[in-house]
């Protein structure tokens, strides 16, 4: 049955009874922070994704700037991304104090683009961080064949890709076994597994995961855990600067009942996406999301182009007076008041753009894709009659106000 006047949220997060009575575990065993559930979330998250190690932290952000300092990225080195993705992505090489040179996207996926990398490489260039954006993989096969000739590590921005598949060596494997160095997910609500907020780092390298431990709680020699346990008196040191990054075992404790959750999930917004893209097939010049046949995307978005002509903002207010939420396509962290000239490259030279403000002819496909996609409804309990509204609401808004350009 479908309520006409019902407003249609962007996403809406699977929450009920179950993850209320975990959270009800260790509040009342009075062991809040870092402890027993941390460890028993990153034993599962691991085996779920078929990594080695899995280290919770605070969110992805945390997890990112970590694994930039696990590669080794220092003061003025140089980071390959994309700018087309959520502004934490470069702000993380920015909290190293390092250099975000960005490289095109492929304007069929919306993700990096290979063939723009070996251009910008240069002697300070450090690593590569690729994002696999709104869930869809990125081209991992060919990234690390240009890491592998540069000996450059990989690290993915694997925020909203949790349950995401790629076809590697004739196998399909999960995202975040991971295919490059290290793999950070976030647990932020918007995407497919919460815990509010929280993040993870995965790796097969057992000494950059111990590292990771240590940063992710102050630099501490000794976990709490073990001191809290030990019948013996321990005086830890702090060997190394850290910070606070840790997860709480409420969040935990949370994530594992989330995680038994995550095949159905991913299932039904597998469905609920080809269900669109199939009615998508009848609006004449809307590009429904491209697939590559190495691919299998968990759809943490459905991130769609509009035809050319249409203006955006004029589509996006249409479905919201016809009660359905839309997003702006990916930004692009480059067009924004906090990346300045001098912050970030295109490859021109460190640091320099010789473009207009928020215009850059190296980024355009960057560019065009955040002016030209939106983002439709996706969440677990959407039904098919909210579905069809949202259609509709896209067929009027493309038909009528956004073609007012
Ligand atoms: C959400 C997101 C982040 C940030 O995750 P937090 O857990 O909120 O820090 C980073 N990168 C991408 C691509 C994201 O979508």
């Known amino acids: 049955m479908s309520d006409p006047d019902r407003f249609i949220p962007i996403i809406r997060p699977v929450l009920d009874e179950r993850e209320a009575d975990a959270a009800r575990r260790p509040i009342l065993t009075g062991w809040v922070t870092q402890g027993p559930e941390v460890a028993a979330f990153e034993r599962e998250f691991a085996e779920w994704v078929g990594a080695r190690h899995a280290c919770a932290v605070s969110n992805c952000t945390a997890a990112l700037h970590l694994a930039l300092l696990a590669v080794g990225v220092k003061s003025a080195d140089e980071v390959i991304t994309v700018s087309h993705s959520y502004v934490a992505t470069a702000n993380s090489i ?9 490289v095109d996207i492929d304007p069929d996926t919306s993700n990096m683009d290979p063939t723009r990398i070996e251009s910008v490489i240069t002697e300070r260039t450090r690593a590569i961080l690729c994002v696999h954006q709104v869930g869809m993989p990125c081209d991992l096969a ?14 993915e921005d694997a925020a909203c890709a949790i349950g995401s598949e790629i076809l590697w060596r004739d196998q399909w494997e999960k995202i975040g076994r991971p295919h ?11 995407k497919l597994l919460t815990t509010g ?35 013996q008196v321990i005086f830890e040191t702090y060997p190394m600067l850290g910070y606070n990054y840790r997860m709480t075992d409420i969040q935990a404790a949370v994530g594992r009942e989330q ?12 469905d609920l996406a080809a269900r669109y893209k199939q009615q998508l097939s009848e609006i004449p010049g809307v590009t429904p999301p491209q697939e590559p046949d190495w691919a299998r995307s968990n759809f943490q978005s459905y991130c769609l182009r509009l035809p050319a002509e249409c203006d955006q903002r004029a589509v996006m207010q249409s479905m919201l007076d016809a009660g ?9 962290a480059h067009r924004e008041p906090a990346y300045a000239a001098g912050v970030w490259s295109c490859g021109v030279a460190p640091g320099v753009c010789d473009c207009p403000p928020g215009q850059c ?5 960057s560019e065009c894709a ?24 896209l067929r009027d808004g493309v038909s009528g106000g956004g073609r007012s350009r």
């Open 142 to 155: 060919r990234i690390s064949k240009i890491a592998e000739r540069h000996n450059l590590p990989i690290v």
């Open 324 to 332: 359905v939420a839309t997003r702006r396509g990916v930004m692009c």
């Open 259 to 270: 995680l038994k959750r995550l095949p159905e999930i991913i299932q039904r917004r597998r």
């Open 197 to 231: 907020d929280g993040g993870m780092l995965t790796t097969s390298d057992a000494e950059v995961d111990s590292r990771l431990r240590m940063w992710r709680q102050h630099g501490m020699s000794v976990p709490d855990t073990v001191r809290h346990e030990s019948r």
């Open 94 to 102: 920015r909290y190293c104090g390092a250099i975000p040179v960005f």
């Open 361 to 365: 002819v190296r980024l355009s496909e």
């Open 180 to 190: 490059g160095t290290l793999a950070c997910f976030s647990f932020h609500p918007r």
């Open 370 to 393: 955040q002016d030209q996609t939106i983002l439709l409804p996706l969440f677990h309990t959407m039904t098919e009659a909210d579905q069809d509204r949202v259609v509709s609401a």
